[in-house]
């Protein structure tokens, strides 16, 4: 069974470039992408984080099903990387999903992931720090992706807070 690391923050904190910092330790790496290129301005910022990835490394780009994804997924990988989990919340939000339901594709996806030899380590937003959003969806969105993170930083063996491309370890042992 993987060890599995959440990596939290703000926009541009540097969770990302850490979460490919630990993750580059490893040979055989599977990357997770839950962003979908809507328009123009994200296709582009995708393409620069595809290109800041190691060649050797294999993207999977999938917006919803993460469960299903981790099933194709074989034991052959080092380490899993997923990110993001707040990009994946927005992503089930906006197709529907309530709360309830997306505590439980989050706690599937968690049980699929533990099952894996590989290293996972998952980048979230940390939404809690903000202003109260002004209008419901934002307040909801808020919500959910506070109580993913609180449900996944439970269940992971370590939990880090980047603050300005500082990483600082919030649970686990050294």
Request: hydrophobic content about 40%; aromatic content about 6%.
């Amino acid at each position: 069974m993987g060890k599995i690391t959440l990596i939290l923050g703000g926009a541009r904190s540097g969770k990302s470039t850490y979460a490919l910092s630990l993750a580059k330790k490893y040979k055989k790496v599977a990357f997770i992408a839950t962003c979908q290129g809507l328009d123009k301005e994200m296709r582009e910022r995708i393409m620069l984080h595809k290109e800041s990835r190691p060649k050797n490394w294999e993207t999977f780009e999938e917006p919803r099903d993460l469960v299903k994804l981790s099933g194709k997924i074989n034991n052959t990988f080092d380490c899993i990387l997923i990110d993001c989990l707040t990009l994946l919340v927005s992503n089930l939000i906006l197709t529907g999903d309530k709360q309830d339901k997306i505590i439980k594709k989050i706690t599937a996806l968690l049980s699929a992931l533990a099952r894996k030899k590989a290293k996972i380590i998952l980048v979230s937003n940390e939404v809690g720090l903000g202003l109260v959003p002004s209008n419901k969806l934002g307040r909801e969105f808020r919500d959910i992706a506070g109580r993913v993170n609180q449900l996944v930083a439970d269940k992971a063996d370590e939990v880090f807070f980047t603050v300005s491309g500082i990483a600082l370890k919030i649970k686990g042992g050294r």
